[in-house]
């Protein structure tokens, strides 16, 4: 009895203390077509002004907007504009604000589609914004110097979501006399559009478009902010003068994950027309940077410091007047896996990007068109940089002095091991490799070898095992169009080709997404390195990696044994060829042997 009765109240104790469940808080409706007086209760009885929502929101509290356009120094208490420079859209604590909605206008307002009901917050104050499509004009142009300093400004653990923010001018007054604002220089000129300096913010399906900031992140800036999630956006055409940079993005001292978002026709005075990142670490996946450009270094993105990430991301078009024109990194730990950068350029150095300290590992990408009227066509890399390119083309890059790398000033100085490439496909047509005091490694790698292409200044390349040369056998190579202007190559525009490898058991056709077969076989399906795992090579793979970017993936083209493709599976056949014997345990003995894989990921 005892016993029943002290479980009777271990239960109900544990009842009574657990907690209660977790408050969503409430929904929260804005539309600019709604009559003054709402309460935000419903669509019928929205808020018309932004700020008064913003002002009754708690933590938990979702706020739904309406189509149309919102400007921060809005409200009930002045709905024809404060014209206050420093009103800004603030989001306090666990507030959520999604737009896209139809709204009153329609008859179904909880409708939501971000494209087709733009939810737009604009910091054009006055609504006397001169258009404009080049963002290095920005700063100069009159009709901006009211806008409002920073559109956006997120609090912890806010979510934005389905917003159209533009507009923001985040520079100091251009004023003086008796007329002018108390405030000289307000708290921070970073961020037009969207200024983030707390955790765990989330940005999705957002446009940030045509925003301007005096220090660092026209678009977006992040400051000492660490869980933040940028996710499914598009930031284009905006612009920043100052040192910071980043045209489109600035990352300082913080955590950023970066997925599936667009950095286009962004501007910086200083490093990063996309995207500039210091001392912070940031992961970018499945993301296209294109036609950013700098007048500094990186004209995509440029890291300085922490480290970074990325994967399955396309640069392309972007251009540096120094150095960098695809990517710079600086004194930082990068790794680019499976990422295609193409039609880069720089005027001094690496068209493709450059590297100065810290380490870097390139694994699965293509580098194909990119140019530079200096050193590293591909890549230029300086002051003892820890180096890896594995698994990887190069083909169609240019540069006065090697148009695959530029190695000065001691690449692996603080390590025994030198600059390391393996796995990869060099083709460009031209001097490959210029090197001044650098230890550089090759091994199973296709690459013209000759005194023509190859200048090694103090002889330190070291030619490892299984180099091949000559043609590779690409379905199609890219070629420089000379753009009715012969005589002048710099405005020359790089026509992309397909760098998968022909074969007569079949290639993959990435127009046709079948497989296909061609009347010769490149040199380079099962050329890599014998003791790397295969990854996902499609059937009959040979039991060896293919050289260069597609090796070891899903489209690496299939091995062909001088007959009919084998299409049956035998157990023991490890290399694809119908048949078990020597060279099946040969594979088989190497992969046991070996000390160390690269596992795929």
């Not at 504009?81 to 008859?107: C, I, M, P």
């Not at 993936?553 to 049956?568: N, V």
């Not at 060829?577 to 795929?600: K, M, S, Y």
Request: glycine residues 14%; charged residues 20%.
């Amino acid at each position: 009895m005892r016993r029943t009765i002290f479980h009777f109240w271990l239960i109900t104790a544990a009842f009574l203390l657990a907690p209660g469940p977790m408050s969503h808080g409430k929904v929260i409706y804005v539309d600019d077509d709604a009559p003054l007086g709402g309460d935000g209760a419903s669509w019928t009885t929205a808020y018309r002004f932004l700020q008064d929502a913003l002002i009754q929101a708690e933590v938990g509290d979702e706020i739904r907007l309406a189509q149309g356009q919102y400007r921060p120094d809005r409200s009930s208490q002045a709905p024809e504009g404060s014209g206050d420079r420093e009103s800004s859209f603030v989001l306090l604590e666990g507030v959520t604000v999604k737009g896209g909605y139809a709204g009153l206008t329609s008859g179904e307002p909880d409708a939501r589609d971000v494209d087709s009901y733009e939810a737009v917050l604009s910091g054009d104050l006055s609504g006397d914004d001169v258009a404009m499509d080049d963002p290095a004009l920005f700063r100069d142009e009159p009709s901006r110097e009211d806008n409002s300093l920073n559109v956006v400004t997120a609090g912890p653990s806010t979510v934005l979501g389905g917003l159209v923010i533009t507009a923001g001018h985040a520079q100091p007054y251009k004023c003086a006399g008796p007329n002018c604002p108390d405030v000289v220089r307000a708290p921070g000129f970073n961020g037009g559009g969207v200024l983030i300096e707390a955790d765990n913010v989330t940005v999705s399906e957002c446009r940030l478009h045509h925003n301007f900031a005096e220090y660092g992140g026209g678009g977006m800036s992040v400051y000492r902010s660490q869980g933040v999630l940028l996710e499914d956006c598009v930031l284009e055409r905006n612009g920043v003068h100052g040192p910071t940079g980043g045209g489109g993005l600035s990352i300082d001292r913080s955590g950023v994950e970066i997925k599936g978002c667009q950095f286009s026709v962004n501007w910086a005075n200083g490093p990063g027309g996309g995207l500039e990142s210091s001392d912070s670490d940031i992961t970018i996946s499945c993301c296209v940077f294109g036609r950013n450009k700098t007048r500094y270094y990186g004209g995509g993105l440029s890291v300085r410091e922490g480290t970074v990430s990325v994967r399955e991301t396309l640069l392309s078009g972007n251009a540096s007047q120094d150095r960098g024109g695809g990517f710079s990194s600086t004194i930082a730990d990068v790794v680019l896996r499976a990422c295609s950068v193409i039609g880069n350029s720089s005027s001094t150095t690496g068209g493709g990007g450059t590297l100065a300290g810290g380490t870097m590992l390139l694994s699965q990408c293509l580098f194909s068109g990119n140019s530079t009227q200096g050193y590293g066509g591909a890549l230029c890399a300086s002051q003892w940089i820890s180096l890896d390119i594995v698994d990887s083309t190069f083909a169609g890059n240019r540069a006065t002095f090697g148009a695959f790398l530029s190695g000065n000033h001691n690449l692996s100085h603080q390590t025994s091991n030198p600059a390391f490439v393996g796995g990869c496909i060099v083709f460009n047509g031209g001097q490959e490799i210029y090197n001044n005091q650098s230890n550089i490694m090759t091994e199973y790698t296709l690459i013209d070898q000759s005194d023509a292409s190859i200048l090694d200044v103090t002889d330190t390349i070291i030619w490892g095992e299984g180099n091949l040369e000559g043609d590779p056998y690409f379905v199609a190579t890219g070629h420089w169009g000379e753009n009715e202007t012969p005589n002048d190559p710099n405005d020359d525009v790089f026509v992309v080709g397909d760098y998968h490898l022909k074969s007569q058991a079949g290639r993959w056709d990435a127009l046709a997404e079948s497989w296909v077969q061609d009347d010769v076989t490149s040199p380079c399906i099962d050329a890599g390195d014998p003791n790397s795992p295969i990854g996902y090579e499609p059937f009959p793979n040979g039991g060896v990696l293919n050289m260069g970017a597609y090796g070891g993936t899903e489209e690496a083209s299939k091995s062909h044994f001088g007959e009919p493709p084998c299409e049956t599976i035998i157990a023991g056949d490890i290399n694809g060829d119908c048949r078990v014997n020597f060279a099946d345990i040969a594979i088989l003995l190497d992969h046991w042997l070996q000390t160390g894989e690269r596992a795929p990921e």
